[in-house]
Nanobody, 125 residues
Framework: QVQLVESGGGLVQPGGSLTLSCVAS????????WAWYRQVPGQERDEVAR???????NYGDSVKGRFTISRDDNKNLVYLQMNNVEPEDTAVYYC???????????????????WGQGTQVTVSS
C-alpha cells in the first residue's frame, strides 16, 4: 500500500521560515496532484496549497506570497516552503496525495487518495 510521512514541523518565530516535506512510499506509478492542508483544533481542515502534475499551483488567500508548494516526482515528494510565518499559521499540517496510481500487494493496480499523519507547526515568540 501507499503511505505518506510528513516531516519538518516544529516551533518557529514570527517572521521566520520552515520547510515541510512529505514522502510517499510504495509502488507508485503516478500522483495526479499533491496538496497541503492545515487544521486547528475545533475547526475544519483547510487546503493551504495544491500542485498538479503539470506544475500548476494554487494557494489559499492567507498564504499567497508567503508559502510555496513544489513536487519532486522522481522521489514522490512534495514540499511546502513557509516564509514570513505568522502566529495564525499555527496548526497541524497534513499532506494529501490525490489520484495516486499504485500497484497493490495483490498485483492489481489501484487508484486512491492518501493522507499523511500530520506534523505540528507552532509559530510563537
Amino acid at each position: 500500500q501507499v503511505q505518506l510521512v510528513e516531516s519538518g514541523g516544529g516551533l518557529v518565530q514570527p517572521g521566520g521560515s520552515l520547510t515541510l516535506s512529505c514522502v510517499a512510499s510504495g509502488s507508485i506509478y503516478d500522483v495526479k496532484a499533491w496538496a497541503w492542508y492545515r487544521q486547528v483544533p475545533g475547526q475544519e481542515r483547510d487546503e493551504v496549497a495544491r500542485v498538479g502534475r503539470d506544475g500548476v499551483t494554487n494557494y489559499g488567500d492567507s498564504v499567497k506570497g508567503r508559502f510555496t508548494i513544489s513536487r519532486d516526482d522522481n522521489k514522490n515528494l512534495v514540499y511546502l516552503q513557509m516564509n514570513n510565518v505568522e502566529p495564525e499559521d499555527t496548526a497541524v499540517y497534513y499532506c494529501n496525495a490525490m489520484g495516486v496510481h499504485y500497484a497493490s500487494r495483490s498485483g492489481v493496480d489501484g487508484w486512491a487518495d492518501f493522507w499523511g499523519q500530520g506534523t505540528q507547526v507552532t509559530v510563537s515568540s
